[in-house]
């Protein structure tokens, strides 16, 4: 069986972003990025089904610009077999996304594609449903176990108020939610393996792929700030206030 | 403009998301609901009496009873082209089948819409909501999913809107449903919750969090954590409220040993009335919550419980 695995460079989960000053968007320059945390819980999902044998070889595809390379290293320290960097500058869609990734998969044949359920950057929750639509594949969203079979997939899903288990055939898209597992950390022995592991590079144009805009952001800005709140002296205070200033109790 | 929403209901009603994503429909044009199911009469009635829908389109068969993207996505396609708009909730209901649809459609839906402008033009946050990004389509169909906590839930009664039943469409079987377990508890969902009461690292143990599961039962509140007091091994995942957890914004939040982490913030300052009880004055919760005290949890939190018993 072989996996392939999506991965995206994006600001840290920790990192307090801040809105550019013309909010045309988010400040970048000179933030830690890391790779997106879901995208982690993918990998490593895919390196623990490479390491019990159901799976021979586990790929991880990365599209963004030539830093990205250091995210699929991260993958390829994990556990990941070899690498793929699409590069380009451009602040690509989902659904382009989702278009490259389409090419990819029919060029590798993988059983299974393992991608995060949305990055934090954009928050769009959209790509690994529309690579499964366009490659007419069934989709595993949100997985927070998975189990697999030589032609099925079983996977629990989290859904708004439990879980949900489905069987898919696979091929199958799967889309990682917290609970599916903790990810490693990279030892400095595998950090170092990695770097002789081998990264394709490939740009959009050689997939063909229009990876035009459909979708104009016209502007960013801050949310609105909540006004400064009151300290309170005491549970009284507070009870009062929330029955009788707030209203909310 | 016609726009077209795609219900999301348990077999009875509609579900809570889907009525505040009728109200966003509204506001852009005339409102088709399709619900399909497997025996669903009563839900497209109660659809049909909301004063802000103009048609029920009916999809019934036992394909439909379990709400699989590869079986929905199909019928969805089938009706699309009608449409200017195409909204579902953003719960995970529509955020699993919505971008399949788009995909199919050749068209970049827009995820979580908080605010409409016009036609082509919506809000939405990014970064967990830490921004707020104005994007405009000139996609021929916009497919879009509406975030609940930013719109009112559609309940005024008004002339009945005609209902009609549709053409099911059969799909290659490659998914198939095999059970729900929904998490049972009498508390709300953690999504849905008016009120909600969460506990961070300082609660100190699993173990103490009956004490905010007390207080949480008598406001008829849903029980949260931190990130914090997730990795601890406190309580299990799905407790989580933040950025890579669950995204909330219930009418009262009421953080307890909370320091408030970007991450943890990211996931409740929407709420529309935070409270904050930790002992330590210069955590950064306090600059987000409407009140604080200051003050152990340890002994602030059963004199809550007492003071909410009188």
């Known amino acids: 069986m072989k996996i392939i695995v999506a991965v995206k460079r994006v600001v840290d989960y920790n990192v307090k972003i801040r809105v550019k000053s013309d909010n045309t968007g988010i400040e970048t320059a000179n933030i830690k990025m890391s790779m997106n945390p879901f995208d982690e819980i993918a990998v490593e999902e895919g390196v623990r089904l490479r390491e019990s044998g159901l799976a021979e070889e586990l790929v991880v595809v990365s599209i963004g610009p030539k830093q990205s390379q250091e995210t699929i290293r991260t993958a390829l320290a994990m556990g990941a077999d070899r690498g793929i960097h699409i590069q380009t500058d451009e602040e690509i869609e989902p659904l382009s996304i989702a278009k490259l990734l389409k ?24 790509t690994g449903q529309m690579l499964a639509a366009l490659l007419g594949w069934s989709q595993g969203t949100f997985a ?16 708004d108020g439990g879980l949900e288990t489905i069987k898919l055939n696979l091929p199958a898209i799967i889309t990682t939610d917290l609970r599916l597992n903790t990810p490693r950390y990279a030892s400095l022995p595998n950090i170092m393996k990695a770097k002789k592991k081998i990264i394709e590079e490939l740009v959009p144009s050689d997939l063909n792929v229009d990876i035009s805009h459909r979708i104009n952001t016209l502007k960013v800005v801050e949310p609105s700030s909540r006004e400064a ?9 507070l009870v009062d206030k929330l029955k009788n200033e707030a209203k909310v109790i | 403009m016609s726009i077209l929403v795609i219900a999301e209901h348990d077999g009875s009603a509609l579900k809570g998301s889907t009525l505040n994503t009728i109200t966003a429909a509204a506001e852009l044009g005339d409102v088709t609901v399709l619900i ?92 967990a909501g830490n921004a707020i990004a104005t994007v405009q389509s000139k996609e021929s169909i916009k497919v879009l999913t509406v975030r609940a906590t930013a ?21 290659e079987k490659i998914s198939e449903f095999i059970s729900t377990e929904l998490t049972k508890s009498d508390r709300p969902e953690l999504t849905q919750a008016k009120i909600v009461v969460s506990g ?62 970007i991450q943890h913030l990211a996931g409740m300052k929407d709420s529309n009335v935070i409270v904050a009880i930790n002992k330590d004055e210069e955590a950064p919760i306090f600059q987000v919550a409407d009140y604080g005290l200051v003050g152990d949890l340890f002994t602030e939190i059963p004199k809550l419980e007492a003071e909410l018993q009188k």
Do not use: W
């Open chain 2, 36 to 127: 399909a199911g497997g025996n669903c009469d009563t839900v497209a009635s109660q659809a049909a009496k909301l004063a802000a829908t103009n048609k029920i389109l009916l999809a019934e068969d036992e394909i439909y009873s379990t709400p699989l993207a590869e079986t929905f996505t199909p019928l969805i396609l089938s009706i699309a082209r009608d449409f200017s708009h195409i909204l579902g909730p953003a719960s995970t209901f529509g955020k699993n089948i919505l971008p399949r649809v788009s995909a199919l459609l050749d068209v970049q839906q827009i995820s979580e819409i908080v605010a409409i402008h016009d036609s082509d033009t919506f809000d939405r946050p990014i970064y």
């Open chain 2, 151 to 171: 719109f009112e839930a559609a309940t005024e009664v008004g002339s009945p809107a005609e209902i009609a039943k549709i053409e099911i469409v059969t799909a």
């Open chain 1, 229 to 237: 709140g009151v300290i309170v002296k005491d549970i009284v205070e």
């Open chain 1, 103 to 126: 090419e990819i998969a029919e060029k590798e044949k993988p059983d299974l594609f393992i991608l995060g359920k949305q990055a934090i950057d954009d928050d769009s929750n959209q």
């Open chain 2, 200 to 261: 961070g690292r300082g609660m100190q143990n699993g173990e103490n969090f009956i004490m905010l599961e007390r207080v949480a039962d008598l406001l008829g509140a849903a029980v949260g954590a931190s990130r914090a007091a997730v990795d601890s091994g406190f309580v299990s995942n799905d407790y989580q409220v933040g950025q890579t957890g669950k995204i909330i914004a219930p009418e009262l939040y009421i953080a307890v040993g909370i320091s408030g982490a």
């Open chain 1, 144 to 159: 927070s176990k998975l189990t697999l079979d030589t032609s099925n997939a079983n996977v629990i899903r989290e859904i």
